[in-house]
């Protein structure tokens, strides 16, 4: 489709891979009425990641976190098209994209959808789109460092399909070693919970599980939750290693009062049907393995690059080197191309792989954007035929505007996770000035007010406090879905 501005410009066509919090933020915040824009995603939803571990035991439903695509380009400024897809292959030199239908959301490395076992539509249907900028937002897929077993044997945390598949699991090994008596060695494999990796996800996941079993299935089965354990393997000597050192000592300190059995300085090297077999490393340097049997493994060690941005990457000179995700400028110009934007998890920069960066580099590309559409016109104006000075004002206003684009400034304004038994640790951030790390309590409150506020609609804000006061009420539900 072609369209035109009305001094007879044509409008570029725009093409941003991705649902998720950096192609969003750009979306809300780009003027779609500047250029031919079409979104490009599997997922037709946004999800707000952050509540995202607390929706395997029931204490946020899965709704209550994602907001229809077609919700947010409705409030467009102009129309925007959205194709329910995802991208296959990025040909950089001939600015063109394949892309096949596809309505499977999965995190990667099983090739389906986790979640469901129905068949997709249609899996056949390619196509191949021309755009004139392209913004890659694709995120990125959970890493398994290549070790034996874990794509096979675990279930991540990334998509709304592993928390389905979380809980599912969850309730199945809860009935199934019910129903074998106490000693039974099987009966103690199966309510054996592992989570391996003690980032922010890691230590999230770990605590709303815990409080599900000691706030809700100790009332039901209280043998059951008694015996049902939860494990966090760190291969580091620490947990949430981006937090100030006090922080860390207080959730060491939180896991040991609830019963979460932390096991720092512990590598996982393989992974079977049945258990992890890990390296523990002790203070004087020796290193013993361990066998841990699980019913159910957790795995969130962090972010790989997905297979597209491997691909592109292979394409370009510039970014032969780039291991672990996209190179790009201060502008978020992947490096050696001049039309082809990235930002959030799918990109390797100095910043942290977050929402909050992805946030900030959408409404800063949506800037951008508007910068390099104001060149484009004020171009045509140069080229058009009229008076030779007002052509020289043109021009000095174009050099002007050339030099005036602005890089990417993120603005970082602290860290917050949740830990478990109704407390938060947050380092927070207050401009140059201030730096406050805090745990608890009221940074419990705080964590849920900052979630609150940070919800993409009034919609999600409503639906996750109707959710809280929920279960404050009623409890977690423990039926499987
Ligand atoms: P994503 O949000 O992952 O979005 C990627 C999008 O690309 C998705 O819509 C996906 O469907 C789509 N896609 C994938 N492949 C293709 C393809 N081939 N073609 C087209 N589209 C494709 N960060 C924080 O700052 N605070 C938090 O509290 C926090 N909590 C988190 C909790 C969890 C459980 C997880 C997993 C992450 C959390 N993060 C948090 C990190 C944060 O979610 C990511 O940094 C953020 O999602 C990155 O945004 P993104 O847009 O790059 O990628
Ligand atoms: P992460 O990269 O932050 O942490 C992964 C952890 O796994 C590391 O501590 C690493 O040492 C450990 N690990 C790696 N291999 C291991 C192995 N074989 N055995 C045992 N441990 C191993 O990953 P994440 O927690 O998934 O987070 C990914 C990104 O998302 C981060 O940037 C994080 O800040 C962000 N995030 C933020 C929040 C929040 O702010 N509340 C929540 C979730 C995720």
Known sequence: QVSTFEDGRKKKTLVILGSGWGSISLLKNLDTSLYNVVVV????YFLF?????????????LRSIIEPVRAITRKCSAEVIYLEAEATEID???????IKQSTTVHSGHSGTDTGSSKPTVSED?????QYDYLVVGVGAQPSTFGIPGVAEHSTFLKEVSDSIKIRRRLMEVIEAANILPKGDPERKRLLSIVVCGGGPTGVEVAGELQDYIDQDLRKWMPEVASELKVTLVEALPNVLNMFNKKLVDYTKQVFQDTNIDLRTNTMVKKVDDRAVIAQTKAQDGSSTTVEIP????????????????RDLSSKIDEQKNARRGLLVDD???????NNIFALGDCTFTKFAPTAQVAFQEGIFL??????LDDIESLKQKISAPGPQDNVDRMSKKLVKLESSLEPFKYNHQGSLAYIGSERAVADLVWGDWSNVSTGGTFTYLFWRSAYIYMCLSVKNQILVCLDWAKIAMFGRDISKE
């Not at 990641?49 to 439903?61: A, D, H, R, W, Y």
């Not at 950089?92 to 394949?98: S, Y």
């Not at 249907?125 to 789109?129: E, Q």
């Open 41 to 44: 995603s599997p997922r037709n």
């Open 125 to 129: 249907i390619s196509t191949s789109l």
């Open 92 to 98: 950089p030199i001939n600015n063109k994209l394949t």
């Open 49 to 61: 990641t952050p509540l995202l571990p607390s929706c395997p035991t029931g204490t946020v439903e």
């Open 294 to 309: 699980y019913g159910m493994l957790i795995w969130a060690t962090g972010n790989a690059p997905r297979p597209i941005v």
């Open 331 to 337: 502008k978020l110009l992947v490096d050696g191309s």
């Open 366 to 371: 949506a800037q951008h954007l508007k910068r």
